[in-house]
């Protein structure tokens, strides 16, 4: 649903100090505003999300983050409005600087290892179809060029380095590049296997597939996210 939703929580601050962050770990979420209720009277709000471009965000990070200030013991309230055309989940975690420093170093040390392997194996697969000429390895570069794309969006890292100002294509990326890696994925293993020669009909039946995944690439293009995905 394409319907907004308003959540309302409190938090308590068992620590020792003001500044704390909260954050929103489900990257995927268009649109997320947090409001939080002035002494005084209205509210301060901050927005968020992967509509917006990626200088809006509190943190240069992958997933969402707020700022908030509550004094150690007190307790204070807040409202949450998100609006999104995927599915609405809110994973929300709330850190202390120090922590949160500690945390995003380790997941950015873990996915830049993770992303690293992918790279290796595209360039050493390149590197052997260009010496064998076999074009079984090209699928094979091509399942994993368009897998790393989909990790990229997915963990909002794509968001973060390739589309930055062009929130649009971050969330056509990631539609685009599950069927494109599916549809070089049956490529490699019809190829592979030469079914051609060994079961025909089963490489009949694989190079339906790839045609069907082939338009659905095409078509998250033109289709709206909400209904290809």
Request: net charge positive.
């Amino acid at each position: 649903t394409d319907s907004v939703y308003w959540f309302r929580f409190s938090i308590t601050n068992h620590t020792n100090q003001k500044s704390l962050l909260l954050e929103q770990g489900y990257t995927h979420i268009d649109h997320i505003s947090l409001f939080i209720p002035n002494p005084e009277g209205g509210f301060k709000e901050q927005q968020s999300g992967d509509m917006l471009p990626f200088k809006n965000r509190a943190r240069d990070y992958r997933t969402i983050t707020f700022e908030i200030q509550i004094e150690p013991g007190a307790t204070r309230l807040f409202f949450v409005r998100t609006q999104t055309s995927s599915s609405t989940q809110l994973p929300l975690k709330v850190y202390k600087e120090a922590t949160f420093a500690q945390v995003s170093e380790r997941e950015a040390a873990a996915l830049g290892a993770f992303y690293g392997i992918i790279l290796v194996m595209i360039v050493f697969n390149t590197l052997l179809w260009m010496s064998l000429r076999d074009k079984t390895y090209l699928s094979y570069v091509g399942y994993l060029a368009f897998y790393l794309i989909f990790q990229l969006t997915l963990n909002g890292n794509a968001l973060r380095y390739i589309f930055p100002e062009s929130p649009n294509l971050n969330a056509i990326a990631l539609p685009f590049s599950v069927f494109t890696a599916f549809f070089f994925g049956f490529r490699f293993t019809r190829e592979f296997m030469n079914l051609e020669n060994i079961l025909p009909k089963a490489s009949r039946a694989i190079i339906w597939v790839e045609r069907i995944l082939l338009a659905g690439a095409i078509a998250s293009i033109l289709v709206p996210y909400a209904i290809i995905i």
